[in-house]
């Protein structure tokens, strides 16, 4: 079993939040003094992208200023393969997202059901892998609600429209970034036919029961009734407008709907109750006219109007898909009801898809023709962190004739950090973990190692250091919280485990020791065989400062395969923190010993300058039985450097493999930061090399 002794003066605690919904975010870097905004445009001539532009064709305008460009990239999705989706990710900005939401209120079951098999085929076949879904729910009784959060798992993302989240058929995971609904299988598999694992349950019965007790559909409803639903839409959806202006990129809400009658709000477009009103009142007989049902009112009509103009602000687009087209329905209600998809469409710079048998080829066009995007940065000036809006214009000076642009419509200033919500501060975390662009204030390093647990999935400890200094910095407070994520995604962009930590920290008691050393975190993920990258961001809950980082890991199967370098450190530099005892749910020996004394390992070992270190390395499945270990040192600027030496000089037989002491002499390495480079001989494959920053002190 695993055994640790705890400081008494650091208390860990488990994060209880719930299942997160995305806010308004920032477009800044995260520096005070530079503040970048980026601009996703894209460049159409006759519905097709136009490619080969450069940054001097284009003018961008904060308000009636122009601005310099001082960053551009191309993105060009036929020209982007499938490691970008985590080993080299795009820019935020770039990145496409589409959140599927189902109206559940004004809409047949049996047409959602069928709304359901197309997008998951949408999902399944045609997305990009690069582009990031989410998956969503609108119903008058909860309003918005978002299911999964913003993810390049596909497994995830069919799981929550298979099940729309229906809770019998979803496990809950407990992510709070709503990243992970349901724990992936050792076969990487979706839910099967019984869903989320539960045995014996008829999940497409329950989902259609489900459907039928939430749809409440307008027909037969008296007017005002219809009028109050159609503004709670309205209101609903303008909440839903402001929290996707937190997500950086394109965004397409692919709203699964049959819509809603329109006159209810904007008056009545009956030929007949119009004469027959108009003729009541040249008759004096005003009692017999209803001004409501005749003309609408102001009021309802500017909660309209301003739904619109959110998703506007927001750069996001309403594809409506009428999934009444499905039905062999038709009349003057059916098409009332298709005003209401079209106007949010229109409105909005999306288009309305009638019928589901046209929805492939129409998602097809509309995947081609945002299959190219150009990302223009500039840096404004005298911009206060206070929400305010600031209006943009992109131009095109150069580029074909008659070429449209389509473009953000301007961008928020960041609020201070004390003035974000709850669902905003959450967000950010989620955009920061699936973005994967490291950065931030806060000095930290992440060591994520796999050790053999004795069957089933490896065990992988993944330590965390946080320097303290860095992250006290604007704390004023007598008590301090630590927010902690770590989640891993396959090299395809899934998610396959995580764990999350806030740690309250009492400076009265550890406030010298953590600007002295910092802070070290030791928790664990479950992972079976395969290439995964290791995300982490810690942050302060008061200031907002953060560290994101990511190391890229092995899990070792039949292959050869080299872990990390583990290098033991002498203990009293950290304040030592590990998970709760209910985080291991299986019996694991303790995996750091070296010489049969346990040890712990750095995550990013320091050195004295013309000293040495003493590391530890696995070796997995190598070809008759000794390993052979080559290694380089890295720069700061990824270049070799001269100066060191490795030697082996222990080897023993250990699980799996062979387990090698070596000792690193850094004698002719200048003060500074590397990066140690190992390899199995001439090992070509990433599992055969692993690598660890280090540091000599001066």
Do not use: C
């Not at 099967?192 to 027909?219: F, Y």
């Not at 501060?425 to 930290?444: H, L, P, Y």
């Not at 919280?481 to 090299?491: I, P």
Request: hydrophobic share 40%.
């Amino acid at each position: 079993m695993l055994e640790w002794r705890r400081g008494v003066v650091v208390a860990a605690m488990a994060a209880a939040v719930g299942a997160a919904v995305p806010a308004a975010g920032q477009v800044f870097s995260e520096t005070a003094d530079v503040v970048v905004v980026e601009v996703p445009v894209q460049v159409l001539k006759d519905g097709q992208p136009v490619r080969g532009l450069t940054a001097d064709d284009f003018e961008v305008l904060d308000g009636r200023k122009k601005q310099q460009i001082t960053g551009f990239e191309v993105i060009d999705l036929r020209q982007v393969g499938t490691e970008a989706v985590v080993r080299r990710p795009l820019p935020k900005a770039a990145r496409r997202h589409f959140l599927f939401l189902f109206d559940l209120s004004f809409s047949n079951p049996n047409s959602l059901l069928r709304a359901r098999e197309a997008a998951t085929k949408l999902v399944s076949e045609d997305l990009h892998p690069t582009d990031l879904a989410a998956v969503g729910t609108y119903s008058l009784q909860q309003g918005p609600r978002l299911l999964l959060n913003f993810t390049s798992d596909r497994d995830q993302t069919v799981a929550a429209i298979e099940t729309l989240a229906l809770p019998q058929l979803v496990e809950q995971t407990g992510d709070p970034l709503g990243l992970l609904i349901t724990r992936p299988t050792s076969t990487q598999e979706t839910i099967g036919a019984t869903g989320g694992g539960a045995a014996g349950i008829d999940r497409e019965a329950l989902v259609q029961e489900h459907l039928e007790a939430m749809s409440l559909l307008n027909e037969g409803t008296a007017r005002q009734v219809d009028r109050g639903r159609i503004v709670q839409f309205a209101r609903s959806f303008d909440d839903l407008a402001g929290l996707m202006q937190g997500v950086n990129g394109r965004k397409h809400v692919l709203l699964l709907s049959e819509g809603f009658d329109l006159t209810a709000i904007l008056g009545t477009e009956d030929i007949g109750a119009t004469m027959r009103m108009n003729q009541a009142a040249e008759a004096g007989r005003y009692w017999e006219v209803d001004s409501t049902e005749r003309f609408g009112t102001t009021e309802d009509t500017s909660v309209l109007t301003g739904m619109l103009d959110g998703f506007r602000r927001a750069d996001a687009t309403i594809q409506a898909i009428d999934v009444g087209g499905l039905r062999a329905t038709g009349g003057a209600d059916r098409n009332r009801a298709e005003d209401s998809l079209f106007l949010m469409a229109n409105e909005t710079g999306g288009e309305m898809y009638r019928g589901f048998n046209d929805l492939g080829e129409a998602m097809e066009q509309m995947l081609d023709r945002t299959s190219v995007t150009y990302v223009l940065a500039f840096q404004p000036t005298k911009v206060d962190f206070d929400g305010s809006y600031h209006p943009i214009k992109v131009k095109l000076k150069g580029g074909p004739s008659g070429a449209r642009l389509v473009h953000r419509p301007g961008y928020y200033a960041a609020a201070r950090y004390a003035d974000r919500g709850a669902l905003e501060r959450r967000q950010s975390v989620a955009d920061a973990i699936i973005g994967g662009q490291e950065g931030g204030r806060i000095d930290s390093s992440v060591l994520a190692a796999a050790f053999d647990a004795g069957g089933g999935p490896a065990y992988v400890p993944v330590l965390v250091e946080i320097d303290g200094a860095d992250f006290l910095a604007g704390s004023s407070g007598p008590t301090v919280q630590a927010e902690l994520y770590a989640y891993a995604l396959s090299e395809s962009g899934e998610v396959r485990d995580f764990f999350t930590q806030s740690m309250g920290l009492d400076l009265s008691k550890v406030e010298a020791g953590l600007r002295q050393g910092g802070l070290k975190y030791y928790g664990h993920l479950d992972l079976d065989p395969g290439e995964y990258v290791v995300r982490v961001m810690v942050r302060n809950s008061e200031t907002g400062h953060f560290a994101m980082r990511a190391v890229d890991l092995t899990v070792p199967g039949e292959a050869p395969a080299l872990s990390p370098p583990l290098v033991p450190e002498p203990m009293g530099r950290w304040l030592i923190v590990r998970e709760p005892p209910e985080a291991v749910n299986r019996q694991v020996d303790y995996p750091f010993m070296l010489r049969g004394q346990p040890y712990i390992p750095a995550a990013r070992p320091r050195i004295a300058r013309g000293g040495a270190a003493e590391l530890v390395v696995m070796a997995h499945n190598v070809a008759g039985g000794e390993a052979q270990l080559e290694s380089w040192v890295l720069g700061p600027d990824d270049r070799r450097v001269e100066g060191h030496s490795l030697a082996i000089v222990e080897r023993r037989p250990a699980a799996g493999g062979e387990e090698l002491v070596a000792r690193l002499e850094a004698g002719g390495l200048k003060p500074g930061r590397y990066t140690l480079v190992l390899s199995l001989g001439d090992g070509v494959s990433a599992a055969e090399r692993s690598s660890i920053g280090f540091e000599v002190a001066g």
